[in-house]
C-alpha cells in the first residue's frame, strides 16, 4: 500500500493560498520546499521497501525532514501573516 505524501498542502491545508504565492515569489522557499519534497519522497521509498526504523541514513533523512518541515512553516505563518518571508 502506497505511503501518502507530505505534501505542504496535505499537512497545512489551511495555508494554501500562502504556499502557492510564497512558491510563486520566494525563490529561497521554492529550494527548500523541492528539497524537503525529495526527502518526503525517499523516505517513503525506504519505508515502503520494508527498510527497518533503526537505520541511521533513514533517520538522519527523516530529521532534516523534519527540520525543513518546521522552517518552511514558519515562512508560511510569517508569510500569512503578511510579514515578509525571509
Keep these: 500500500m502506497p505511503i501518502t505524501a507530505h505534501t505542504l498542502e496535505h499537512d497545512f491545508p489551511e495555508h494554501i493560498e500562502?504556499?502557492?504565492r510564497l512558491a510563486a515569489e520566494d525563490l529561497g522557499f521554492r529550494i527548500d520546499r523541492r528539497e524537503y519534497e525529495r526527502l518526503d519522497k525517499e523516505i517513503?521509498?525506504?519505508?515502503?521497501?520494508?527498510i527497518g526504523t533503526d537505520d541511521e541514513h533513514y533517520?538522519?533523512?527523516?530529521?532534516?525532514?523534519?527540520?525543513?518541515?518546521?522552517?518552511?512553516?514558519?515562512?508560511?505563518?510569517n508569510g500569512a501573516a503578511g510579514q515578509p518571508a525571509i
Design 18 to 20: 500562502t504556499i502557492k
Design 44 to 50: 517513503r521509498g525506504l519505508q515502503e521497501s520494508g
Design 59 to 77: 533517520n538522519s533523512l527523516k530529521k532534516r525532514r523534519a527540520y525543513l518541515k518546521q522552517h518552511l512553516y514558519h515562512l508560511i505563518a
